[in-house]
């Protein structure tokens, strides 16, 4: 999305600083639920849910990685075979 967005922005032919206000703008926007996210579960760590998912997240981990890491590296060596010949 954000290179559309950057696209979108040059052909406005804004000066340097409404441009760079609109970054911010998207940036922060972006950020917006992440910050959330890391505030939220600041205020329930330590709490009964908290702890449950933790637990659920460290027993699955070690078979997600893993596939998702395999499932990533075999799209990359095929699309690099595809894309080099």
Do not use: C, H, W
């Not at 804004?14 to 911010?24: I, V």
């Not at 703008?25 to 009964?48: N, S, V």
């Amino acid at each position: 999305m954000r290179p559309l967005y950057l696209a979108v922005l040059a052909g406005y032919r804004l000066s340097f600083l409404p441009s760079a206000g609109f970054m911010l703008l998207y940036d922060f926007m972006y950020m917006l639920p992440l910050i959330l996210l890391y505030f939220g579960y600041q205020k329930l760590q330590g709490t009964a849910l908290i702890r449950r998912l933790e637990q659920i997240l460290q027993r699955i981990s070690a078979y997600v990685v893993p596939g998702v890491v395999s499932v990533a590296g075999v799209f990359l060596l095929f699309s690099g075979t595809v894309f080099l010949l």
